[in-house]
């Protein structure tokens, strides 16, 4: 499954009058067994990306990681990709 939310310091998850929730990266991982709150769900993070805006988006990833966590506005969207896991 694919998922592109706003992320969570973006102008774009605050100016959205629907937008309930502000979503991180730590969100997915309560879609990961062991699932909190009985949550029954059994998926696997593959891979996060993220909308960098410019000019972040020239640094260094381990800069830009930095960027992300500390400064409003560095990242759009984030994209991520679950992996359903099936019983075989």
């Known amino acids: 499954m694919r998922v592109v939310v706003p992320y969570y310091t973006s102008?774009?998850?605050?100016?959205?009058?629907?937008?309930?929730?502000?979503?991180?990266?730590?969100?997915?991982?309560y879609?990961?067994?062991?699932?909190p709150y009985g949550?029954?769900?059994d998926f696997r993070i593959e891979k996060?990306?993220?909308?960098?805006?410019?000019?972040?988006?020239y640094?260094?990833?381990y800069l830009?990681?930095?960027?992300r966590r500390y400064l409003w506005?560095?990242?759009?969207n984030m994209t991520v990709i679950l992996r359903a896991v099936k019983d075989s």
């Open 59 to 61: 640094f260094p990833r």
């Open 11 to 29: 102008r774009g998850a605050f100016r959205d009058p629907t937008h309930v929730r502000y979503i991180t990266e730590d969100t997915f991982q």
């Open 39 to 41: 949550v029954g769900t």
């Open 73 to 76: 506005n560095v990242v759009d």
């Open 31 to 35: 879609f990961e067994p062991p699932t």
């Open 64 to 67: 830009q990681k930095r960027f």
């Open 48 to 57: 996060i990306e993220y909308d960098v805006r410019k000019p972040f988006r």
